[in-house]
Structure formats: C-alpha cells, structure tokens
C-alpha cells in the first residue's frame, strides 16, 4: 500500500532533480546573473551608488562611495560633498542621511558568444569577462578593438586602422552625459543659480527686441528685422562646463570636450527669417539653420583657411506651422556633423567633406576651446526644453594610460580584444592593466582581453540599484524606472 506515495515522492524527486539540470544548464549556457561591482560603466550601469537631487536646480543624480571598489557593495563610504551635474551646486552630504544602493543586477548572455561566427563579440558590445589578474573576480567593460585591430585614443574618440569609430545611433543614446538643461534651472538665491547660463552680448535694446527669457524655462526671441542678434552659452558661469566632468566620480579629467549636442523644441511664432545654432572649434565653425520657409542647412566653415564654407541642404520642405513645435537637434560628435528634426536625420557629413586629420591630432593632442552661440533675425520665436548633453570622452591621463595613447596605436592580436569603461576618468581596463594572473598563459599580453576568458554580453538590467527603507538597510526595494536594455 506504500507503492503509489513511493512513487509520487519519486516523481516529485524526478521533477526537482531535472529542473536543477535545466536550471544548470540554463545558467551555464544561456543566460547568467551578474552585479556590477564598481562605477567603471557610469552612468549606463551603477555599482553600489546613492542618489541626490539637487536643492538648486531639482536635477536628480547618482554618485559613488568614497572608495569605488566590490567592498563597497558592503560597506558604502558617504564622500562629505557632492556636486551637480546640470548647475554644478556642491552639495554638503554631511547634514543628511544618505541610503545607499546595491549595484544594478543585469542578465548576461552567453549562448551568442558560443555559437562563434557571426555572433562573436561586436565593438560595442558590453562584456562580461573574467579580471586578468583575478578569475574569481568579474568585470564589465565596452568592447571597442577586435582582433587584428590597431586601436588609438586621440580627443576622447576611438580610431581603428587610423579611422575614426563611429558609435551606432542607439549606442551614443546611452553614451551622452548632461551639460545644462534651461529646464532645470538652479534657484537664483542659490550659489549656482547667481548668473543664466545663456547670455546675450549686446545691450537690451529699448524696444524689447532680441532675446529673453535667460532666466526662465522658455527663451525667446523677439525681432521682426534683418539683424542679426547672438546668445552665447556661458560655459565660465561654472569652472567645469564643456569638460568631461563626471558627477558619479565628482571630478573632471580636465579634458576639453568637443563632441556635443543640443536640443530643444523651437516654436515659429511670427516672421520669416532664420534660426541658427553654432558650434564653434576652432578652427572649424559648425552651423545648423533652420529657415521659417522650411529651409535646413548644415554650414561647415575653417576659420583659419581661406574661408571656403561647406553648405549641406535637406531636400525641399513645405514652410513650418506656426505655433507648432518642432523638436531641433544638432550636433558634432565622432567626426560627424547632423541635424534631425522632430527625430529624424535629415542632414549629416560624410569623411569627404568633414573628417579628421590624424597627424594633427597626434601632434597637437592639446584641448582645443569650444563656444556653442544661437543667432536668430527676423523671426519671432520660443525655445523649450533646451538642453546641451556631450558625449563620452575616452581620456589618455599622462603617467597612469600605457596604451593605445596618442601617436602609439596598440595592435591586437588573434583572440585578444580592448576594452574601455564609459566612466573613462574612473575605470581601470586595458589602457592601464599590467599585471595577470595564473589562469592565463604566459604569452598573455597586458592590456587585452582573451577570447577564452569573456562570459558574455550585458543584455538587460532586470533589478536595478536595491534602496533601502531605513537606516537598518532593510526592506530593499528596486528602482523599477531604470529596467532596461544594456546599449
């Protein structure tokens, strides 16, 4: 009579025993958990962080322990000021009580990078593969060099073979860090909020023309005539504007950044005239313009040669509506100059007519000065949700970088990969690695990542960075707002 009950334990032995297997399987092929341990992907993946919003200007952002390290995941060390990244306010931490958070959970996937072939690593690519001096320690990096690949840094931009490596659209989405957003601006009573960040040098005329709203969410310009009137985006109102200052790491590298963009929803109130945004390194000058008659144009000037002007213009339009916004981007990033419109492309550069010049870069790998300026003339017209972001910016630090600087590519050879953090003033990957442990070869080359030792790539960040309720660290909860896709 015992039969039937021995054989429903067997089944329900059965049933656990193969969902082991499958889960072994699952978890040894396909699919793996991983926390990302320190800062070195900040922003796109958060080791162990706290968050702050900003009592100046309402900006929210995270930053890192004192000491960005896997022992932080434990112990979280308040550093005593924080600064902002949109109004650049430091902050004093010490008055309040912080709660940390864990770093984000992520799911990696395997079974791609098994497969070979065309499912082998792409540059790009977030890994996961295993530290060079310690196999028991993981890391999570950006895949930027292949094998038999030369790879170069040179003004914060990736060359391969000596040409520039393009970032695709839905990686530099994730890749752009906050200069200023009008939206948020910080309280005048304030330290940070003292003077606009965007300026007008000429004097307020009497009539009321020419630009306004410096000191609001909107701006506005107000001039029915042919002349032409500027406002300059005040980098000095703050010492670290346009530099690729990182508030995870509550520092700049010092490094001048010229790849950036800006936004903005532009409404066409009265007028016919013609908005221009510029962005000026020298020697080159970039513009974008966009006409009332729906006229679009990119400008490419060098301010140093003969002042020979490359102009770009969008196929035929039909005039834009007036009252209706229209949502204007316009940037310079990796050698690119573009221009989209309600978020479609509708102009950019090719190598021919806008492209780098390598032994300049090389000799001359000096920060160059960067101005960004609108001009507008005979338009009435609205500026909303303005906002400048810049791009990543891969630095070469003097005396800590050993490779892939300036004038010295490093080359890859079969089965080795390069790879760099997106907090690039705070990561340590294959610019600087020099030491390795036993589990690999003695032919191993420092500074790369061997093809046996990568895990797989990020692919989604199922529960981010766990908050604690109280001081006690209980009650986690995830921040569900940032469940997302690893680009």
């Given at each position: 009579?015992?039969?039937?009950?021995?054989?429903?334990?067997?089944?329900?032995?059965?049933?656990?025993?193969?969902?082991?297997?499958?889960?072994?399987?699952?978890?040894?092929?396909?699919?793996?958990?991983?926390?990302?341990?320190?800062?070195?992907?900040?922003?796109?993946?958060?080791?162990?962080?706290?968050t702050?919003?900003?009592?100046?200007c309402?900006?929210?952002?995270?930053?890192?322990?004192?000491?960005?390290?896997?022992?932080?995941?434990?112990?979280?060390?308040?550093?005593?000021?924080?600064v902002?990244?949109?109004?650049?306010?430091?902050?004093?931490?010490?008055?309040?009580?912080?709660?940390?958070?864990?770093?984000?959970?992520?799911?990696?996937?395997?079974?791609?990078?098994?497969?070979?072939?065309?499912?082998?690593?792409?540059?790009?690519?977030?890994?996961?593969?295993?530290?060079?001096?310690?196999?028991?320690?993981?890391?999570?990096?950006?895949?930027?060099?292949?094998?038999g690949?030369?790879?170069?840094?040179?003004?914060?931009?990736?060359?391969?073979?000596?040409?520039?490596?393009?970032?695709?659209?839905?990686?530099?989405?994730?890749?752009?860090?906050?200069?200023?957003?009008?939206?948020?601006?910080?309280?005048?009573?304030?330290?940070?909020?003292?003077?606009?960040?965007?300026?007008?040098?000429?004097?307020?005329?009497?009539?009321?023309?020419?630009?306004?709203?410096?000191?609001?969410?909107?701006?506005?310009?107000?001039?029915?005539?042919?002349?032409p009137?500027?406002?300059?985006?005040?980098?000095?109102?703050?010492?670290?504007?346009?530099?690729?200052?990182?508030?995870?790491?509550?520092?700049?590298?010092?490094?001048?950044?010229?790849?950036?963009?800006?936004?903005?929803?532009?409404?066409?109130?009265a007028?016919?005239?013609?908005?221009?945004?510029?962005?000026?390194?020298?020697?080159?000058?970039?513009?974008?313009?966009?006409?009332?008659?729906?006229?679009?144009?990119?400008?490419?000037?060098?301010?140093?040669?003969?002042?020979?002007?490359?102009?770009?213009?969008?196929?035929?339009?039909?005039?834009?509506?007036?009252?209706?916004?229209?949502?204007?981007?316009?940037?310079?990033?990796?050698?690119?100059?573009?221009?989209?419109?309600?978020?479609?492309?509708?102009?950019?550069?090719?190598?021919?007519?806008?492209?780098?010049?390598?032994?300049?870069?090389?000799?001359?790998?000096?920060?160059?000065?960067?101005?960004l300026?609108?001009?507008?003339?005979?338009?009435?017209?609205?500026?909303?949700?303005?906002?400048?972001?810049?791009?990543?910016?891969?630095?070469?630090?003097?005396?800590?970088?050993?490779?892939?600087?300036?004038?010295?590519?490093?080359?890859?050879?079969?089965?080795?990969?390069?790879?760099?953090?997106?907090?690039?003033?705070?990561?340590?990957?294959?610019?600087?690695?020099?030491?390795?442990?036993?589990?690999?070869?003695p032919?191993?080359?420092?500074?790369?990542?061997?093809?046996?030792?990568?895990?797989?790539?990020?692919?989604?960040?199922?529960?981010?960075?766990?908050?604690?309720?109280?001081?006690g660290?209980?009650?986690?909860?995830?921040?569900?707002?940032?469940?997302?896709?690893?680009?």
């Amino acid at each position: 009579m015992y039969a039937p009950r021995t054989a429903h334990v067997a089944r329900i032995v059965q049933t656990v025993l193969t969902g082991l297997i499958l889960a072994f399987i699952f978890r040894a092929f396909l699919v793996e958990p991983f926390i990302i341990p320190t800062g070195s992907m900040a922003d796109t993946l958060l080791g162990a962080h706290a968050t702050r919003v900003c009592p100046a200007c309402g900006w929210e952002f995270s930053f890192a322990p004192l000491r960005s390290t896997p022992a932080a995941q434990a112990t979280f060390l308040v550093p005593p000021e924080v600064v902002c990244p949109n109004c650049r306010l430091t902050i004093d931490t010490t008055a309040e009580t912080t709660l940390p958070k864990a770093g984000d959970r992520i799911l990696v996937h395997k079974w791609p990078y098994l497969l070979g072939g065309p499912f082998r690593p792409q540059r790009w690519d977030v890994l996961v593969f295993r530290d060079p001096a310690d196999a028991e320690q993981l890391y999570i990096k950006r895949l930027v060099g292949l094998p038999g690949e030369t790879v170069e840094l040179l003004e914060g931009d990736v060359f391969i073979d000596g040409r520039i490596a393009r970032k695709p659209p839905q990686i530099q989405k994730a890749l752009w860090f906050v200069v200023f957003d009008q939206g948020h601006l910080p309280d005048p009573a304030e330290p940070s909020g003292h003077s606009p960040r965007w300026v007008t040098p000429e004097a307020p005329a009497s009539d009321g023309t020419g630009w306004s709203g410096m000191d609001t969410r909107v701006i506005r310009y107000d001039g029915l005539d042919p002349t032409p009137r500027t406002l300059t985006f005040a980098a000095d109102s703050a010492p670290e504007y346009l530099l690729d200052f990182c508030a995870y790491n509550r520092r700049s590298s010092g490094a001048m950044v010229g790849d950036l963009r800006i936004v903005s929803e532009v409404t066409f109130v009265a007028g016919d005239g013609v908005c221009r945004w510029e962005v000026a390194r020298p020697p080159d000058l970039f513009g974008a313009e966009l006409h009332r008659d729906g006229t679009q144009q990119l400008t490419l000037a060098n301010l140093a040669g003969d002042g020979h002007v490359i102009r770009l213009t969008a196929p035929p339009r039909p005039p834009f509506a007036l009252g209706r916004p229209v949502a204007l981007e316009f940037g310079r990033v990796d050698y690119r100059v573009y221009m989209k419109i309600d978020g479609h492309e509708v102009l950019t550069t090719t190598d021919a007519e806008y492209g780098p010049q390598i032994e300049a870069l090389r000799t001359n790998p000096g920060p160059r000065p960067v101005a960004l300026r609108m001009v507008a003339a005979n338009l009435r017209l609205e500026l909303r949700r303005l906002r400048i972001d810049r791009d990543v910016f891969y630095t070469c630090p003097p005396g800590q970088a050993r490779r892939a600087c300036a004038g010295t590519p490093f080359a890859l050879c079969d089965g080795e990969y390069f790879v760099l953090g997106d907090n690039s003033p705070d990561s340590h990957d294959s610019r600087e690695w020099d030491e390795h442990g036993p589990h690999l070869p003695p032919q191993y080359r420092p500074g790369t990542v061997r093809e046996d030792q990568i895990v797989g790539a990020a692919a989604f960040v199922y529960l981010p960075g766990l908050l604690p309720l109280d001081a006690g660290g209980r009650w986690r909860v995830p921040d569900m707002g940032r469940v997302r896709f690893v680009r």
